[in-house]
């Protein structure tokens, strides 16, 4: 997995060049697209989030397409129309900004329950259907959405079954002095943005998504990372617990991450590390834990807490 190690690192160098000081967010991304996964990005406005995705599309070489969620979104805006030219007395498909490899659902709570469904089959299908037309979208296939924890008015909460098709949820947050400082200098005079060439071809990555599955995971870890997911059900504070589908996507990250830190096999503390991103988004904590004001994050990290580790006999 050396080789996977290698592009990992040139692809988060050159996105390194725009994002500073985040280099655990640059590499769960790259988990993210190794998994073929989906990042919903929740965090407040002018962190960088838009920023972080055109990197990554640059550095793959990937198509990148904006959607700007808004209440009066339709879900042809999304996904195409079909229009009649008369020139040709035909109808004609013109495609909407999904049908690129890499697309950015900004603000994503914004829009109406009914636009929002129109990326679920999006999402899980890689295809999307317009006037009963079913057409296949292009490979690697990634959105990026982001919604704004803080300014609630006038927004759609996303429903669970949304929510449970995007592989992780991540944040942000704000730099640190240092890198507020060095972000100013690098933007002084050019955005880095500009100056971004491709590290990767598509072809390469869809490749690297094929090796990822081979990287080994032995019998007593795939039993660990059941039993963390079973666990989420069982606990006091959670009312609903994590999915089938989370337990799927944290076997996958794991193996990922491990290929991205140069190893053929996986390692107890993959998942740990997986553990919070993968599975937070997918808890619904009961009412008395929300009265405590208690965060999902850390009930989960106090789940992985408690889970027997397997050791090497």
Do not use: W
Request: charged share 25%; with cysteine; net charge negative.
């Amino acid at each position: 997995m050396s080789d996977i190690q290698q592009v990992a690192r040139r692809v988060q160098q050159n996105v390194a060049r725009v994002i500073v000081g985040k280099d655990e967010v640059i590499e769960l991304c790259l988990v993210a697209l190794l998994c073929e996964g989906h990042i919903l990005f929740e965090d407040v406005p002018g962190i960088g989030k838009t920023t972080l995705a055109k990197a990554l599309a640059r550095s793959l070489g990937c198509s990148f397409s904006r959607i700007q969620f808004t209440p009066d979104l339709l879900p042809s805006d999304v996904t195409g129309i079909s229009f009649f030219n008369q020139k040709t007395q035909e109808f004609e498909f013109r495609p909407g900004p999904v049908m690129s490899q890499v697309v950015l659902a900004d603000e994503i709570n914004r829009a109406t329950p009914r636009t929002q469904s129109a990326l679920l089959e999006c999402m899980q299908e890689r295809q999307a259907t317009v006037d009963g037309v079913t057409r296949p979208l292009p490979r690697p296939f990634m959105v990026l959405a982001t919604q704004n924890p803080i300014e609630l008015e006038g927004t759609f909460p996303l429903p669970e079954a949304q929510v449970d098709r995007f592989l992780m949820r991540l944040r942000l947050g704000y730099p640190s002095e240092a890198d507020e400082g060095e972000i100013l200098r690098r933007y002084e005079r050019e955005d880095p943005l500009a100056e971004l060439t491709p590290v990767l071809q598509p072809d390469e990555l869809l490749a690297m998504q094929q090796q990822v599955r081979t990287v080994h995971v032995e019998d007593d870890l795939r039993d660990y990372v059941v039993q963390v997911v079973r666990a989420t059900r069982q606990h006091q504070a959670v009312e609903l617990g994590a999915s089938p589908r989370g337990a799927l996507f944290l076997y996958r990250t794991a193996q990922a991450l491990a290929a991205v830190r140069g190893r053929d096999f996986v390692l107890p503390d993959d998942v740990k590390a997986l553990a919070p991103p993968v599975l937070a988004h997918r808890l619904i904590l009961n009412p008395e834990a929300r009265l405590r004001g208690r965060q999902v994050e850390q009930i989960v990290q106090e789940i992985v807490n408690t889970v027997p580790v397997p050791v090497e006999s």
